[in-house]
């Protein structure tokens, strides 16, 4: 019964810590390109600028 809870936290820091490296792909992509007004050039880069708030509407 308390095994549970761990595998509950260690799935969800896992679920964590992909999203951060994802982002932190995202956003060295765009630091290459130093283009923030166009389409992201990949999804990492688009979860990066939806995570920050520099997306593009549209």
Known sequence: MTT????????????????????MVGMRQEDRRMSLGGVPPTRA???ARRVTGCHVRG
């Open 4 to 23: 549970i809870p761990l595998i509950i936290g260690l799935v969800l820091g896992a679920a964590v810590l992909v999203g951060y490296v994802l982002v």
């Open 45 to 47: 880069a688009g979860l």
